[in-house]
């Protein structure tokens, strides 16, 4: 049984490196268990270069098969802990760095002192994760986004993208009219992931939807990053409303191009049904839902 749950470790996190931290062990002692496995087993169920680790077919079925088992056995030990007054477990959570500061951070710290014995992990991070064969929780997303098979739960209001820069930029730059003029500009890009292009700027006016794609010096992956270059008056950033109103407020940053801006569904928590049996998640879940104004 030990072997299996190294396996699944492994197999989640494609690397042995990171199974073995997570696990206490050393790569090496890791390596041993999951050959000794085999050998039990009488089939391989990684395939092992210097530079990576994949799952073999059968180890891909034999990952699938016993996955949920595991798992379902995780959280029937939390609702046992449940029974005794306290919910408990890690509760792990996958989502960006400006909703964790926007959304995670302002309950974060009453939640942990109203609950000492659960732990809460956050994986920061851009793209669309699995958090099904990943081991994770949940997610957050725009409510736009979350697949039909999972269950959501808003926990912000919509929110609408602002153009925004420094008055000293403008100062140098003329303000941009029309969306089209930010060709002309030091624009503050972000690219979610490696993978993907940089994102073109969504804006909209009545039925006229369209994107523009903007240039500019610096790009990051992180709405925090573009929040800060823009602070720092390199150019035109566009960001969620939520990062930029303390700043408009203070004078700090100037808003252009307000009648061209879209809004978006709030964020929404995400999960497979089967959380709902945890109460340590449950109470999470109520920590964070919206509740509106």
Same mark, same amino acid.
């Given at each position: 049984?030990?072997? !299996?749950?190294?396996?699944?470790?492994?197999?989640?996190?494609?690397?042995?490196?990171? +199974?073995?931290?997570?696990?206490?062990?050393?790569?090496?002692? !890791?390596?041993?268990?999951?050959?000794?496995?085999?050998?039990?087993?009488?089939? $391989?169920?990684?395939? =092992?270069?210097? /530079?990576?680790?994949?799952?073999?077919?059968?180890?891909?079925? #034999?990952?699938?098969?016993?996955?949920?088992?595991?798992?379902?056995?995780?959280?029937? #030990?939390?609702?046992?802990?449940? #029974?005794?007054?306290?919910?408990?477990?890690?509760? =792990?959570?996958?989502?960006?760095?400006?909703?964790? &500061?926007?959304?995670?951070?302002?309950?974060?710290?009453?939640?942990?002192?109203?609950?000492?014995?659960?732990?809460?992990?956050?994986?920061?991070?851009?793209?669309?994760?699995?958090?099904? =064969?990943?081991?994770?929780?949940?997610?957050?997303? !725009?409510?736009?986004?979350?697949?039909?098979?999972?269950?959501?739960? /808003?926990?912000?209001?919509?929110?609408?993208?602002?153009?925004? +820069?420094?008055?000293?930029?403008?100062? /140098?730059?003329?303000?941009?009219?029309?969306?089209?003029?930010?060709?002309?500009?030091?624009?503050?890009?972000? $690219?979610?992931?490696?993978?993907?292009?940089?994102?073109?700027?969504?804006?909209?006016?009545?039925?006229?939807?369209?994107?523009?794609?903007?240039?500019?010096?610096?790009?990051?992956?992180?709405?925090?990053?573009?929040?800060?270059?823009?602070?720092?008056?390199?150019?035109?950033?566009?960001?969620?409303?939520?990062?930029? &109103?303390?700043?408009?407020?203070?004078?700090?940053?100037?808003?252009?191009?307000?009648?061209?801006?879209?809004?978006?569904?709030?964020?929404? !928590?995400?999960?497979?049904?089967? $959380?709902?049996?945890?109460?340590?998640?449950? +109470?999470?879940? &109520? +920590?964070?839902?919206? /509740?509106?104004?």
């Amino acid at each position: 049984m030990d072997d !299996l749950q190294a396996f699944l470790r492994v197999a989640r996190q494609l690397s042995f490196t990171r +199974a073995a931290a997570d696990i206490g062990v050393t790569p090496s002692a !890791l390596s041993h268990t999951i050959k000794a496995l085999e050998e039990k087993l009488g089939y $391989r169920v990684l395939t =092992r270069t210097t /530079r990576s680790v994949a799952l073999t077919e059968e180890g891909e079925t #034999l990952f699938n098969a016993i996955g949920p088992l595991y798992e379902q056995i995780y959280y029937e #030990l939390e609702k046992m802990s449940a #029974l005794q007054g306290k919910p408990a477990g890690t509760i =792990r959570l996958t989502c960006s760095d400006d909703v964790v &500061e926007y959304l995670i951070r302002p309950v974060l710290t009453q939640f942990l002192e109203t609950y000492p014995d659960i732990q809460i992990e956050i994986s920061i991070d851009y793209g669309f994760t699995d958090i099904v =064969r990943e081991r994770i929780d949940a997610g957050i997303r !725009l409510g736009e986004s979350v697949d039909k098979d999972m269950i959501a739960v /808003r926990i912000s209001p919509d929110w609408r993208l602002s153009a925004v +820069a420094t008055p000293a930029y403008f100062l /140098r730059n003329p303000v941009p009219k029309i969306p089209q003029d930010l060709i002309q500009h030091n624009c503050i890009n972000i $690219r979610h992931s490696a993978s993907s292009g940089i994102y073109a700027w969504e804006f909209e006016k009545g039925d006229h939807h369209f994107t523009v794609k903007t240039t500019g010096q610096f790009t990051a992956n992180s709405t925090i990053h573009q929040l800060n270059a823009a602070l720092d008056g390199i150019g035109i950033a566009y960001l969620p409303d939520y990062m930029v &109103e303390p700043h408009l407020t203070n004078g700090v940053l100037m808003q252009v191009l307000t009648d061209w801006s879209p809004t978006f569904q709030g964020f929404h !928590l995400y999960y497979p049904h089967r $959380r709902q049996g945890s109460p340590a998640f449950m +109470a999470f879940v &109520e +920590a964070l839902r919206y /509740r509106g104004k």
